[in-house]
């Protein structure tokens, strides 16, 4: 084999160690992401029992709705799957969300302080959790496409990535309005 038949070896090698090595940056982007998700739902984990605390003074009726946000934090923070975790996070905004609209109903609670407060920092926390998580489906899209376009395919599973971690999607219940007289 003469010189150009090395350097045209050299070349395929070395492009694909870089296709490889861009595969495993974007895989540990992904799980960067997923980290950053991770950290902004356990503060709205950490957030909800004193949001329910609040409530309980004023929702003796609704404790059917608090016990089910409670267990809903519960199944969501014990979730270690991604697609697993994502479906209960799911439930919790729409636990989440029927209960800020039953709170409507309470005037006292509504104008309480600390529920305010409560709930300005957990609106300040889904703010960050719908940013974290455009930022991990924007690694998880860069991840996909690095590792289905040719030869990304060949090196996926060399670099750890031959199964890529789901997108993030709201379930379908959460993308319908709330109807809050449902819960008056």
């Not at 300040?124 to 998880?140: G, L």
Request: no cysteine.
């Amino acid at each position: 084999m003469g010189v150009i038949g090395w350097i045209v070896v050299a070349v395929i090698i070395g492009g694909l160690y870089l296709w490889y090595a861009t595969i495993v940056t974007r895989r540990n982007r992904v799980g960067e992401a997923l980290a950053g998700v991770d950290v902004q739902l356990q503060q709205r984990h950490d957030l909800i029992p004193n949001l329910l605390t609040i409530a309980k003074r004023f929702m003796e009726h609704e404790r059917g709705l608090l016990d089910e946000i409670t267990a809903l934090r519960a199944r969501a923070a014990s979730a270690t799957d991604p697609a697993a975790k994502f479906a209960a996070e799911g439930q919790l905004d729409i636990g989440l969300g029927k209960l800020f609209a039953v709170a409507e109903a309470y005037p006292d609670l509504k104008s309480d302080g600390p529920m305010i407060e409560a709930q300005r920092g957990l609106s300040e926390v889904e703010t960050n959790i719908s940013a974290a998580r455009r930022f991990y489906n924007s690694a998880v899209g860069d991840l996909r496409n690095a590792t289905q376009i040719f030869p990304g395919t060949l090196l996926a599973g060399l670099a750890g990535a031959s199964t890529p971690p789901p997108f993030y999607e709201a379930p379908d219940a959460s993308r319908a309005a709330v109807d809050a007289s449902k819960y008056l």
